[in-house]
């Protein structure tokens, strides 16, 4: 299996990490008092964290969906997060078997989870890399292996870049990752974003950083620069809740006023 292997886990329990905090949002076990700590420290901010990690999976699973009837049979996942089922794996899969993903993430906690994020039909593939996205070069050459890059790919970032810094050129990672691919491959982002609510968004920055974490919320227009010189499938970029709801039903009222921007664009 690419990039990991079954030797010790070391997990810091000292901070908290975002996918763990994302995993409490979620309902799930695999987190730490820290993570809990710091996620209701959030929801005193905006109780509707649970929804905005809900409307963030919910456009994962209708854009997946989406690019699988499109015909992308290949996907790149980074950031991808304590395996939560549906995973984008098993979405893909279900409308086309032979679908190849390969996922990558830098918490251990995902490390030992990654066999549920393995299990595959057997017409396609899964793998699991144990990476950050600040190490482009490397989750390339490791995925490398398993997708077939002269073939479009769906570059899937998830609720990924806010923890990416301006220092850490965001802007440059997402360029680096998408010039490899193919023409016909595909950016799905989504990103939080300050613009509904800037002082609990501020707070919320310094709540992160007071546990070590990097918190960067955009503007819809810093948000849409990820997307340059690529094509934006309709509607564009907009609320998570706002893309293509007519392929989910699981949608409320209120989902369209969440602080999370979203869009798919594709490579040309």
């Not at 017409?123 to 002269?150: K, N, S």
């Not at 806010?162 to 989504?190: E, K, M, N, T, W």
């Amino acid at each position: 299996m690419t990039g990991h292997d079954h030797t010790a886990v070391t997990i810091d329990t000292s901070k908290p990490h975002p996918a763990r905090v994302y995993d409490w949002f979620l309902g799930g076990k695999d987190n730490y008092p820290v993570d809990e700590a710091l996620a209701e420290q959030l929801l005193a901010l905006d109780s509707r964290g649970r929804d905005i990690a809900r409307v963030n999976r919910a456009f994962m699973h209708r854009a997946t969906r989406w690019l699988a009837e499109q015909g992308v049979r290949q996907f790149l996942d980074i950031g991808t997060g304590i395996p939560t089922e549906p995973n984008l794996h098993q979405v893909a899969q279900r409308t086309a078997p032979d679908a190849r993903i390969v996922y990558a993430d830098n918490d251990p906690i995902v490390l030992r989870h990654a066999e549920a994020l393995l299990r595959s039909t057997p017409e396609g593939v899964t793998e699991y890399i144990q990476a950050d996205v600040r190490e482009p070069e490397r989750i390339l050459e490791l995925a490398h292996t398993t997708l077939d890059f002269t073939r479009p790919v769906a570059l899937s970032l998830i609720a990924l870049t806010h923890f990416i810094g301006d220092d850490d050129d965001a802007y440059g990672i997402v360029d680096r990752l998408l010039d490899v691919l193919a023409p016909g491959s595909y950016l799905v982002l989504s990103q939080i974003t300050g613009d509904f609510d800037p002082e609990s968004a501020a707070r919320a920055v310094e709540l992160y950083k007071s546990g070590g974490v990097t918190l960067r919320p955009r503007s819809k227009a810093e948000v849409t620069r990820f997307f340059h010189r690529r094509e934006l499938v309709e509607p564009g970029v907009g609320p998570a809740a706002a893309w293509h709801p007519e392929l989910d039903e699981s949608a409320v009222e209120g989902d369209a006023t969440l602080p999370v921007y979203a869009g798919v664009a594709r490579k040309v």
